[in-house]
T-cell receptor, first 113, second 112 residues
């Protein structure tokens, strides 16, 4: 069964803290993605990775960075959390060219105070 | 103009009704079309996908793509309270790389 897991379901952080969100997939997928989802704005792509140590900026990369040291793990880093980064963060993975079958994790609800 | 437009609803229907959910798009390069279902506080799960134009049926769900009108639909027959969720359309061009273009989602409530 397809499995994408995210390290936390809920997270509360303070402004200025460095925040790590972890995503792990067990499907041997090359492609992994980080989105944020906000009411009225839908899903927006932050970063994606098509291979280990490779990364590409999405639509809203400012204030974020990513790390892909192993194929199964893709981390999103908020260098200095701000209140406007309060959101639902979703990780997804897919086979190369398998754009029609992105599998999503359960999401992390991040609140920055 | 947004590339993918989707009415946010909410849409409320009685149990057993036929539900029609729709998206329009502007990029004629889109070739892959998907519908995701997202329950409250959960991640989206892939429900249906189609390539290019045509229909695809899976149980109570039918996906339609009309590329000439740049319009896609998801029909749910015999709707159930368990179908209450947000439905997201998504689409991709074959040469666009790796990311999907999502609609903002339509919230559906099926009342018993």
């Amino acid at each position: 069964d397809v499995k994408v897991t995210q390290s936390s379901r809920y997270l509360v952080k303070r402004t200025g803290e460095k925040v790590f969100l972890e995503c792990v997939q067990d499907m041997d997928h090359e492609n992994m993605f980080w989105y944020r989802q906000d009411p009225g704005l839908g899903l927006r792509l932050i970063y994606f990775s098509y291979d280990v140590k490779m990364k590409e900026k999405g639509d809203i990369p400012e204030g974020y960075s990513v790390s892909r040291e192993k194929k199964e793990r893709f981390s999103l880093i908020l260098e200095s959390a701000s209140t406007n980064q309060t959101s639902m963060y979703l990780c997804a993975s897919a086979y190369p060219g398998g754009q029609e079958t992105q599998y999503f994790g359960p999401g992390t609800r991040l609140l920055v105070l | 103009q947004k590339e993918v437009e989707q009415d946010p609803g909410p849409l409320s229907v009685p149990e057993g009704a036929i539900v029609s959910l729709n998206c329009t798009y502007s990029n004629s390069a889109f070739q892959y079309f998907m519908w995701y279902r997202q329950y409250s506080r959960k991640g989206p799960e892939l429900l249906m996908y189609t390539y290019s134009s045509g229909n695809k049926e899976d149980g109570r769900f039918t996906a339609q793509v009309d590329k000439s009108s740049k319009y896609i639909s998801l029909f749910i027959r015999d709707s159930q309270p368990s179908d209450s969720a947000t439905y997201l359309c998504a689409m991709s061009a074959s040469s666009s790389g790796y990311a999907l273009n999502f609609g903002k989602g339509t919230s559906l409530l099926v009342t018993p």
